[in-house]
């Protein structure tokens, strides 16, 4: 069972990415889905997460009006689209599944089952 992450690179202040993330030997359509990120010597801390049809979604205040999680209905992928990139940005950006039993979104790290290898967003000044 596999998360694999997409879309990372190196883009200038004030640029755009979009990462993409699909799931691998089992269907995660239908599930909560989420972004954290892990800058060097820090913690991870969550992005953003979106809810099992993505008609919900929810963010961490640094990243609100910038980027932007999404999904087709209840698909098996989740994007994100990040612009007005920063180089606080800069980071391993993982995306997260919940468990099958739960669909709402959340923000809390330990509240997701499946992970990603990430894949790394640099932003330079």
């Known amino acids: 069972v596999q998360l694999q992450a997409s879309g990372g690179g190196l883009v200038q202040t004030g640029g755009s990415l979009r990462l993409s993330c699909a799931g691998s030997?089992?269907?995660?359509?239908?599930?909560?889905m989420g972004w954290f990120r892990q800058a060097p010597g820090k913690e991870r801390e969550p992005v953003a997460s979106?809810?099992?049809?993505?008609?919900?979604?929810s963010y961490a205040e640094s990243v609100k009006g910038r980027f932007t999680i999404s999904r087709i209905n209840a698909g098996n992928a989740v994007y994100l689209q990040m612009n007005s990139l920063k180089p606080e940005d800069t980071a391993v950006y993982y995306c997260?599944?919940?468990?099958?039993?739960?669909?709402?979104?959340?923000?809390?790290?330990?509240?997701?089952?499946?992970w990603g290898l990430g894949t790394q967003v640099t932003v330079s000044s």
């Open positions: 979106i809810n099992w049809n993505g008609q919900t979604t």
């Open positions: 997260a599944a919940r468990a099958p039993s739960y669909k709402v979104v959340s923000l809390i790290e330990g509240s997701y089952a499946y």
């Open positions: 030997g089992r269907n995660f359509g239908g599930v909560a």
